[in-house]
């Protein structure tokens, strides 16, 4: 006769098993918002106001933990494209970085993003910077 004992871990098996993938299933769609949530709020924290302008969209999920990553363009110029990455994961540990990429070839460049200030001086190594620089006329959008 098989033992009751055996019954009881089984039961407790599945249960276990259904709840963690009910967790999973759970995470995986509210993955996008929190991606796209904690990217606003840490660029905000970073840049300053300016950031409520940027339009973050999640990237693809690369792996179930709490592991957040969201991007947005900010503009193609002179064959580089420029871009913000957030990530950040379950432990505290959060990074803005502008991604600079040639649309013609594999090379890209990442750098952290500090400050609004500090972002300024990226950009002022890029193609870009001949629009955006104020001193030759560079306009707001």
Not at 42 to 52: I, N, P
Not at 71 to 86: A, F, I, P
Not at 116 to 124: I, T, V
Request: aromatic share 6%; net charge negative; charged share 25%.
């Amino acid at each position: 006769m098989t033992h009751p004992i055996m019954f009881a871990a089984a039961k407790l098996l599945i249960t276990a098993e259904e709840r963690r993938t009910a967790a999973r299933e759970s995470a995986f769609r509210t993955w996008g918002p929190r991606s796209v949530t904690a990217a606003s709020r840490y660029a905000r924290s970073v840049l300053g106001d300016e950031a409520v302008t940027l339009e973050w969209e999640p990237l693809e999920v690369l792996r179930l933990e709490e592991h957040l990553q969201a991007l947005v363009s900010l503009d193609t110029v002179g064959g580089q494209h420029l871009e913000l990455y957030y990530s950040g994961n379950g432990d505290g540990t959060e990074r803005l970085a502008l991604r600079r990429s040639c649309i013609s070839c594999p090379s890209q460049q990442v750098d952290d993003v500090t400050s609004l200030e500090q972002l300024g001086q990226l950009l002022s190594r890029t193609p870009a910077w001949q629009e955006i620089n104020p001193r030759n006329g560079g306009a707001q959008a």
